[in-house]
């Protein structure tokens, strides 16, 4: 979608931080992250919210999130990790094109939750 700024991410327009590509998602570092090394993971193609993904899709984020947990945990060496998705303005979401946020989490006073 031409005015998403994650499609612009996957196009290469707007600069990012990647943390890993395959064929149909990207993980990026986030621009404001809550923690270090605050990471999203999006799909290729440009779907809204949870509610529009199909199964491939969602195989395709998840199949995934292991192997981006363990390289944030070895990079970053958390003591635990958040895995958070927010559908719709009401449930936080501010950027319309699915994204699951990975956080890393450093105990009491790493400034999340
Ligand atoms: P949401 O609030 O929709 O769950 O999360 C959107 C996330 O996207 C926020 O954490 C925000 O910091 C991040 N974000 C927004 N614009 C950009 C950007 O241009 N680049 C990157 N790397 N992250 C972004
Ligand atoms: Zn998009």
């Known amino acids: 979608m031409s005015d998403c700024i994650f499609c612009k991410i996957i196009n290469g327009d707007i600069p990012s931080t990647k943390v890993f590509e395959n064929e149909h998602v990207l993980a990026f570092l986030d ?4 923690t270090k090394g605050h ?4 799909p290729k193609i440009h779907k809204e919210n ?5 199964p491939d899709i969602a195989k395709n984020i998840f199949e ?4 981006i947990a363990r390289a944030l945990k070895k ?5 635990g990790l958040n895995t958070i998705n927010n ?6 979401q501010s950027v319309f094109h699915y994204h699951l946020h990975l ?4 105990g009491e006073g790493d400034g999340f939750g």
């Open 64 to 67: 995934v999130v292991p192997e």
């Open 75 to 79: 990079a970053f060496n958390p003591i």
């Open 50 to 54: 949870v509610y529009e993904l199909t």
């Open 87 to 92: 559908n719709g303005e009401a449930a936080g």
């Open 31 to 34: 621009i404001s992250q809550v």
């Open 39 to 42: 990471t999203l993971i999006i």
């Open 103 to 106: 956080i890393p989490r450093y």
